[in-house]
């Protein structure tokens, strides 16, 4: 397999402290971190709410690391507007959301910022598979979305592997990104599956070296990708 993208680390500012956030988005920004993963839940899609459209504008008057913004909810269709415009750069959402996925991609698209699907751990990667032509970024999550602090789901590997597998087969300039539990032991795993953007959130803000975790992290995604 051919080392397509670039190995990078997307901090999630779940694990984040809400009272400093201003100031742990520059720490993880100047230690290395490659965009800034948000996480957005409704509290019915998945049994937890976080942060809507507002937040995600404020927060993005912070910094200029991009923003991968995941959208846990039942209809991403009537917000994509609104996320767009509060500073989303690639916006990722589900299969098994109750709003049409091809629609809801081409409103992405049409406002200049990237598409993603993902599925959840349940869901074959194959549904995702239709619509990869039109994707920047698949997500591919390692745990049950909703909380974090969950255990890595090695048995999500085979999805990863056989979505690089069908990325390469038809040429595609995709990244595939895994979400879950993901530290200096699981990295390697998924790297070795061919995953190549890294979303981690208690191992990076619970760091006391976050720019140490980081490059850490690159390092070993790099020395295991697709092995």
Known sequence: MKFINKIK?????????????KNEIEKVKTAGA?????DVMDGHFVPNITLGAPVVKCIKK????????????????????????AGADIITFHTECDSPIDETIDRILANGVKASLTVKPKTP??????????????LIMT????????SFMEDM???VSALRKEIERRGLDCEIEVDGGINENTIAIAAKAGADVFVSGN???????????????????????CK
Do not use: W
């Open 9 to 21: 680390v997307a901090p999630s500012i779940l694990s984040a402290d809400y009272a400093d956030l």
């Open 34 to 38: 490659d965009m800034l993963h948000v």
């Open 62 to 85: 912070a910094t200029d690391v991009p923003f991968d913004v995941h959208l846990m909810i039942s209809e991403p269709l009537k917000y994509i507007d609104d996320f767009c415009k």
């Open 125 to 138: 990667v194959e549904d995702i598979f239709p619509y990869l032509d039109k994707l920047s970024m698949v």
């Open 143 to 150: 745990v049950e979305p909703g909380f974090g602090g969950q």
């Open 157 to 159: 590997m085979p999805k």
């Open 203 to 225: 191992a990076i803000f619970s760091s006391a070296d976050r720019k140490g975790t980081i490059e850490k992290f690159k390092k070993i995604a790099e020395e295991n990708y």
